[in-house]
């Protein structure tokens, strides 16, 4: 089965998407997502004018080899343009084998370990009340697990409180938000106080720092939120240095989450290996496609850590959908992040995978369930629009 043709989508239902779609002499096409948040048109540019004209008359059934040609055959390899890039083509290439063996993508990946994966949302509130407001209806629609955010006091934007599947981008240049670690170290207990004291300890509760603290500060609040019975504290310092887990761990036993923004298996491989943390966090669309997060679990399975897709609305429905296929595969499944997608861009991305009862449910059509619409897809051209970056009360640029 040879590849006869490949073309970059690129459209912005709601958010920008960038989607890789190749074509076969059997008639037989797969889709693959490639959007990296803030710099479509580079990783559209390198797929088109790059990674492209190597796939035509290549032979679709080869993946392995396909993906070793596009990592190992850039001498600058790594980063999240080149590695959403080939992610794209690894993940449409799998779409194409299950539909050519006529099965579900998590079926050709070696069968179902589960039949429906834990799944969990976000709440955000302007106030502690309109959090616990918003769980509450939540845990009314079946969610058993929830990602909590508030506003802290004194601060006009926080990350995380925003409409869900809103896009929180700004088109004509960053947005500047303001941080006060002080102030939400103190708040955070409040907030999970109030839900705890509200919803008891049935409902699993998460919650982002979105790599705002420095190590002590983060050991400070794993430490001080352990009564809470966190289902996990995410992303507490930068990911760059991973050294900075160990004190974390030595003084807390509040469960850790990291990942969203790793490339590679050599990004996560020391805190999977000390077992500094227990959820990790990348994904088929930043991580390489299937062929490469197969890797990372594989790796982390040794050590006892649990798979935990980011799920972000940044992220199309394609690789939601194979998310969602790799979750049902994978032995050491953890939970897979659901943020949402507005209804245009659920148009242009028709799909088989669905949410029921607090779980998410892959669905069995040959593949990985996803299309892309492309007539839809013309009436959302790409605009230009990026993340907000935060600095402190004197001007300080700060992680965002």
């Known amino acids: 089965m040879k590849i006869t043709n490949a073309k970059v989508i690129v459209c912005s239902p709601g958010r920008n998407f960038v989607t890789l779609k190749i074509e076969t002499d059997e008639g037989i096409y797969g889709i693959g997502d490639a959007t990296v948040n803030g710099r479509e048109l580079a990783v559209a540019s390198y797929l088109q004018d790059h990674l492209v004209p190597c796939l035509i008359g290549r032979d679709a059934s080869q993946i392995e080899d396909i993906w070793q040609y ?46 429906h994966m834990l799944t969990y949302t976000h709440a955000n509130g302007e106030t502690i009340e309109e959090t616990a407001d918003k769980v509450a209806a939540f845990q009314e629609e079946g969610w058993k697990a929830i990602r909590v955010q508030a506003a802290v006091p004194g601060q006009p934007i926080t990350y995380g409180v925003e409409k869900v599947g809103s896009l929180s981008q700004a088109e004509d240049k960053p ?132 798979t935990a897709c980011h799920g972000a609305a940044d992220m199309s429905p394609i690789t939601m959908g194979a998310a969602l296929h790799f979750d049902r595969w994978v032995p050491n499944f953890g939970i897979q992040e659901y943020a949402f997608h507005p209804e245009e861009t659920k148009n242009v991305f028709p799909h088989e995978w669905h949410f029921k009862d607090g779980y998410l449910h892959s669905g069995e059509k040959p593949g990985h369930g996803v299309d892309i619409d492309e007539k839809a897809a013309e009436k959302y051209p790409y605009r230009r629009a990026y993340l907000d970056v935060a600095r402190l009360s004197d001007g300080t640029l700060w992680s965002w």
């Not at 449409?92 to 589960?114: E, F, H, V």
């Open 70 to 115: 596009f990592y190992k055959g850039a001498y600058w390899r790594r980063g999240p343009v080149t590695m959403a890039a080939i992610a794209a083509v690894d993940v449409a290439l799998w779409d194409i084998k299950a539909k050519a063996a006529n099965m579900p993508l998590y079926q050709l990946l070696g069968g179902a370990s589960r039949k």
């Open 175 to 306: 947005r500047e938000t303001s941080w006060d670690t002080p102030t939400y170290l103190r708040f955070l207990p409040k907030l999970l106080d109030h839900l705890r004291d509200r919803f008891g300890f049935d409902l699993h509760l998460l919650h982002d720092v979105h790599h705002r603290l420095t190590p002590q500060e983060a050991a400070r609040l794993a430490k001080d939120v352990e009564r809470h019975d966190l289902f996990w504290l995410e992303d507490a310092v930068p990911a760059e240095n991973q050294e900075s887990y160990r004190l974390i761990r030595q003084h807390s036993t509040t469960p850790l989450a990291l990942g969203e923004v790793f490339n590679t298996i050599h990004d996560c491989r020391q805190l999977i290996q000390e077992q500094l943390i227990d959820y990790i966090r990348t994904t088929p669309l930043h991580a390489g496609g299937i062929t490469h997060v197969r890797q990372i679990a594989g790796l982390a399975a040794l050590y006892h850590i649990r």
